[in-house]
């Protein structure tokens, strides 16, 4: 009978996304191995082409909410027999709950560590390098689980029937660059003004701008942005996550934020320029395959001051991002792209 392990990552799309390239890299390296994915519903596209991994989305707020409905979780995933292994790639309270009910249930479980007090000691200042990337953490804990394997994601495979060259009209500039300035937190997000000068200074240079974002605040600034400059086009509310990673895909390069389109964007491949500001690449949550000297960071002794970017500027000015000029945002595109001034 052939071996089944249970996989579990809920929360952001961001952090979810940072799984993908070891997961396809384990289902290649182990074919014969039946694999189950626990993760927020909406993001099943992220796995939908690994040919041994079924999807299993988990109703955090409904059917499987508490400690009853991940017993009715365990239930569910167990209808086809018990697993042999658990990989806990969380572990918060909900996937602890579940690894205990999985440890009754006979299943061997191993769980990701975090780097939680290393983290901490970033934050605090008590240390300024780089940590391990969360990639390396999630192979880390394959290896721990005795699985030994290279990664060798080969990127996003969208099955997307659209054709993104003709229908966002492609073609007509001479690179295509994506940005995404928005972000779950205030603390990640370049102040708008800036970006908008960003936004105009490329199409002004006869280089496409495609607009990645969702939510009616962002899709407000969007409009208002494409109404005013040339070669700027939305892509915010019209496209299924599929949709949009193929558009990715089409892109020369992204410019983003320490956010999931950053994550997105890598797994399709796509170079990419991420600005920082209460975070900081060092805290391990860095594009997988990204050239870390694509990252725009002021580098001020305050940073970072969260893990997550959703605490308060001490200084009430956020000067990690009202230092970084648009100009050298700019500068920093035009270089990858080898456009000369």
């Known amino acids: 009978?052939?071996?089944?392990?249970?996989?579990?990552?809920?929360?952001?799309?961001?952090?979810?996304?940072?799984?993908?390239?070891?997961?396809?890299?384990?289902?290649?390296?182990?074919?014969?191995?039946?694999?189950?994915?626990?993760?927020?519903?909406?993001?099943?596209?992220?796995?939908?082409?690994?040919p041994n991994l079924k999807?299993?989305?988990?109703?955090?707020?409904?059917?499987?909410?508490?400690?009853?409905?991940?017993?009715?979780?365990?239930?569910?995933?167990?209808?086809?027999?018990?697993?042999?292994?658990?990989?806990?790639?969380?572990?918060?309270?909900?996937?602890?709950?579940?690894?205990?009910?999985?440890?009754?249930?006979?299943s061997d479980v191993i769980v990701v560590d975090k780097g939680r007090e290393e983290k901490k000691a970033l934050v605090s200042g008590k240390n300024k390098s780089q940590l391990k990337q969360m990639v390396q953490r999630y192979h880390e804990t394959f290896e721990k689980a005795g699985y030994k394997f290279d990664l060798s994601y080969d990127g996003y495979d969208s099955d997307a029937s659209s054709d993104f060259s003709e229908e966002l009209n492609l073609t007509s500039h001479i690179f295509n660059i994506g940005i995404a300035p928005f972000a779950q937190h205030e603390g990640k997000i370049y102040p708008l003004d800036k970006m908008e000068q960003v936004v105009r200074t490329l199409s002004e240079r006869n280089i496409g701008v495609y607009l990645f974002g969702g939510g009616k605040k962002e899709e407000d600034v969007f409009n208002s942005w494409v109404g005013k400059y040339p070669n700027v086009a939305s892509l915010a509310g019209k496209y299924k996550l599929q949709e949009e990673m193929a558009a990715m895909k089409s892109m020369d390069l992204m410019l983003t934020m320490d956010s999931a389109n950053m994550h997105l964007a890598s797994l399709c491949g796509v170079k990419v320029v991420s600005?920082?500001?209460?975070?900081?690449?060092?805290?391990?949550?860095?594009?997988?395959?990204?050239?870390?000297?694509?990252?725009?960071?002021?580098?001020?002794?305050?940073?970072p001051c969260s893990a997550y970017g959703n605490k308060p500027c001490r200084f009430g000015d956020m000067r990690c991002m009202t230092q970084i000029k648009p100009e050298s945002v700019c500068d920093k595109i035009l270089k990858i792209l080898n456009i000369k001034e």
Request: charged residues 20%.
């Open 1 to 50: 009978m052939a071996k089944r392990v249970l996989l579990m990552r809920l929360s952001a799309m961001g952090d979810v996304a940072m799984t993908v390239p070891v997961v396809a890299s384990f289902a290649k390296a182990y074919p014969d191995i039946n694999i189950t994915m626990l993760s927020t519903p909406r993001f099943q596209p992220l796995f939908a082409n690994i």
């Open 55 to 106: 999807f299993v989305g988990v109703d955090k707020t409904g059917r499987h909410k508490g400690i009853r409905g991940l017993w009715r979780l365990s239930k569910e995933i167990t209808a086809d027999g018990d697993f042999d292994q658990m990989i806990d790639l969380h572990d918060v309270l909900r996937s602890k709950m579940l690894r205990t009910i999985m440890r009754f249930r006979g």
């Open 275 to 303: 600005i920082w500001g209460a975070t900081h690449p060092y805290m391990g949550f860095y594009g997988y395959g990204q050239d870390p000297q694509n990252a725009i960071v002021a580098n001020l002794d305050c940073q």
